[in-house]
């Protein structure tokens, strides 16, 4: 958590000058921004209450806000959470923003009909703190909805190229925990299913990103075009809170 916010913290403005243009068009998943309207992961968000979960400058939150949802932006990072004031500001919408630690989160039980984050804190927090956090927060019926690198991009990735490639790099099973610029996670598939279901989680979806043919980036090393047309490079698991 220490190192991430150091991270965080010390990249904040580089980050949105070079990521900002791609971001502020809203309601877009991923690396590749793939629209909401086709990807369909989160459904009507109208008069529910949302949580983003590692919200960045609040750009999902904003999106949120403006289809009818009361949405509260979470970061770790001030220097996030002020590039997410000014946007909230700029867009004149009522986004409540809060700096917490997704492992421990301010809320109580059961505040959230929805919690939700586009390579937020679900890929830089421990999932076997954050999966029970989401289920304490969302209501009965509630949904868990997350981008994350998938798998396959993490047992490809290749250290000397500073890419995924088309070899296995890495064993799958034991993957957890990547200590790196960022210590980022990551489980076998079947971990994260037995995972959601000790926390009373239903696994509705899991939706591997594939961008199209003429798809750009402002995140190129995250893999090449070419690469994440073969494999899945990020994936959405939606989950949802059983009564
Ligand atoms: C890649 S950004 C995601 C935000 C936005 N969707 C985007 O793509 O820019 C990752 C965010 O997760 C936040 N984060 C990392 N660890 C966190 C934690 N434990 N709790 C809350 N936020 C965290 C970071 O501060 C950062 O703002």
């Known amino acids: 958590m220490r190192k991430n916010r150091r991270y965080w913290e010390a990249s904040a403005d580089a980050y949105q000058t070079q990521h900002g243009p791609q971001l502020s068009r809203l309601g877009r998943w991923g690396t590749w921004g793939i629209p909401e309207r086709r990807v369909r992961a989160l459904g009507d968000v109208r008069g529910l209450d949302v949580l983003e979960y590692g919200c960045g400058a609040a750009q999902w939150s904003i999106w949120l806000a403006r289809q009818g949802a009361r949405a509260v932006g979470m970061d770790l990072s001030a220097g996030q959470l002020a ?3 000014t946007l909230v500001a700029r867009a ?10 997704a492992e421990r989160a301010p809320f109580a039980d059961r505040s959230f009909d ?4 586009d390579h937020g804190a679900m890929s830089f927090a421990d999932p076997y703190r954050t999966v029970p956090e989401a ?4 209501r009965p019926g509630g949904r868990l909805v997350f981008n994350i690198a998938s798998a396959w991009h993490f047992v490809c990735w290749e250290n000397e190229t500073d890419r995924p490639s088309d070899r296995l790099q890495r064993p799958y099973f034991g993957m957890r925990r990547w ?5 980022d996670f990551q489980l076998p598939y079947g971990e994260w ?11 509705e979806d899991l939706i591997e990103l594939r961008p ?11 893999a090449p075009l070419a690469w994440a047309r073969r494999f899945p490079a990020e994936n959405i698991w939606a989950v949802r809170r059983e009564g």
């Open 83 to 85: 590039h997410a004031r």
């Open 92 to 101: 004149r919408v009522p986004v409540r923003l809060v700096q917490a630690d």
């Open 114 to 117: 929805l919690v939700m984050c």
């Open 135 to 138: 289920a304490r927060l969302l």
């Open 179 to 183: 200590d790196e610029e960022t210590v």
């Open 193 to 203: 299913i037995r995972l959601f279901r000790r926390n009373g989680f239903a696994v």
């Open 212 to 222: 199209s043919p003429s798809a750009r980036t402002t995140y190129p090393w995250f």
